[in-house]
Structures are given as C-alpha cells and as structure tokens.
C-alpha cells in the first residue's frame, strides 16, 4: 500500500478482555516496529520485526503482550486480559530494513486502545 | 544503545529561527541521527538525517559536530504549524535494530 495501516483506528473493550491489533507494513519493508505511547508522553518501544522473526522481545511490557509477523508482512499485537494501564496509542512503523538503508521509519495514524 | 537527551518544551514565536539541541554522548560509530516531528492524533513522520557535519533539506537543516556526541535541527522562519513535538533518534544504519526514541522536545509557537 502506499503507506503504513493499522486497525482498528479506534477500540474501546472491558478490562479482562483480549485484543488484536493490526499492522499493515509499506510493501517491501522488511523492518517492522511496534511503538506505545500514552496519553501526552513519548514513544515506548515495544518489539521490532526483520522478517518474520523477533531479535528482541524485551520491550514487551508483561507477558500478556504478544506479537507475530506473517509472511513478511502483516503484524499483529496481541494483548490478553487487558487492563486500564494498556490503554494508550499504539504506532506501528515499517522501514526498507537491511544493509546500506538508513533506517526511515514511517509510521500509521495508530490504534487508540481504551480499556475500561 | 545510544540514549538521548532533548529539551522537555521550547517557546518561540511565529517568523522566528528555532534551534533544538539533542545529546547523545555514547553514539556508535554504525548511527544515523535522525529528527522526527509529532502532531497531536499522528505517528511522527520524518523531517531530516545525517551521520556527520551539516544536513540541509527544504524543511530544517541538521548541525552535527565532529565528535558526533550531539546535534542540532534548526527549523528557520517558524509558523504556528510548525507547534508540535520533536523526536531525536539514534540508530544504526541497517535498522535491524532496537530503535528507541528519547522524551521529545515539545515546542510551541506563537503569534
């Protein structure tokens, strides 16, 4: 696609429940990175893809934080049970990857999450 | 990793030069430096990089001195849409790597 897309834009869900969110990566960027940012602060690395594979699950905040990437392409964040603290916006970003590439991360328009 | 430092907030007014500084004392030799900006309900977007001396663009210049441990974007001439929040981003070349942004800078312009 012509750009970064993430789904849903928006989701509100009771705290206890499971969500899904989605990245859908610039075609060809083999770098993909999960970012979290709460309300009026900075971005929070969560996880970043080359490939399908994750050299760093470190920044996953707890362990009912996952991600996946399929195929090169589309990610998914999953969270299990949410609770309130997850609530926040959260960016995915796609870069070309790769030697000889510097590294220009562009970003979706993020999934607000809201648990209540 | 390379860690950044950035101003908290920064005032200017419309018309004016603004500078905003970005420490990053243990750089790597493989790291770009990279600026980006953040409006309110958006992901940052990229406005400039550089590795090393001066980066000019159509929208900011980049200063970085020899020793690399900082730098420097300057946004010449602000308007009030220029008001958002600017990133500092040290990371290597390849971008296989843990990319972790600093705190930001917020600035905010005024009439």
């Known amino acids: 696609g012509a750009g970064v897309s993430q789904s849903p834009s928006n989701k509100v869900t009771e705290k206890g429940k499971d969500v899904e969110l989605r990245c859908d990566p610039i075609?060809?960027?083999?770098?993909l990175y999960w970012y979290r940012q709460s309300l009026g602060q900075g971005l929070e690395f969560l996880i970043y893809?080359?490939?399908?594979?994750?050299?760093?699950k470190s920044g996953l905040p707890s362990d009912r934080f996952s991600a996946e990437r399929t195929g090169g392409s589309v990610s998914t964040l999953t969270i299990q049970r949410t609770q309130q603290e997850d609530s926040a916006v959260y960016l995915c970003?796609?870069?070309?990857?790769?030697?000889?590439?510097?590294?220009?991360?562009?970003f979706g328009e993020g999934s607000r999450l809201t648990v209540l | 990793l390379a860690k950044t430092t950035q101003p908290i907030s920064m005032d200017s007014y419309e018309g004016q030069e603004v500078n905003i500084t970005c420490s990053h004392n243990?750089?790597?030799?493989?790291?770009?430096i990279t600026w980006y900006q953040q409006f309110p309900s958006q992901g940052p977007r990229f406005i400039i990089q550089?590795?090393?001396t001066k980066v000019t663009n159509e929208v900011a210049s980049l200063f970085i001195p020899a020793d690399r441990k900082s730098s420097t974007l300057s946004l010449p001439r602000v308007s009030l849409s220029d008001t958002a929040v600017y990133y500092c981003?040290?990371?290597?070349?390849?971008?296989?790597?843990?990319?972790?942004f600093g705190s930001g800078t917020r600035l905010l312009v005024r009439p």
């Open positions: 893809f080359q490939g399908n594979s994750a050299p760093d």
């Open positions: 243990n750089i790597a030799t493989n790291d770009y």
């Open positions: 981003l040290v990371g290597a070349m390849d971008s296989s790597y843990k990319l972790i």
């Open positions: 550089g590795y090393k």
């Open positions: 075609s060809g960027h083999t770098a």
């Open positions: 970003a796609s870069s070309l990857g790769g030697q000889g590439n510097t590294g220009e991360l562009f």
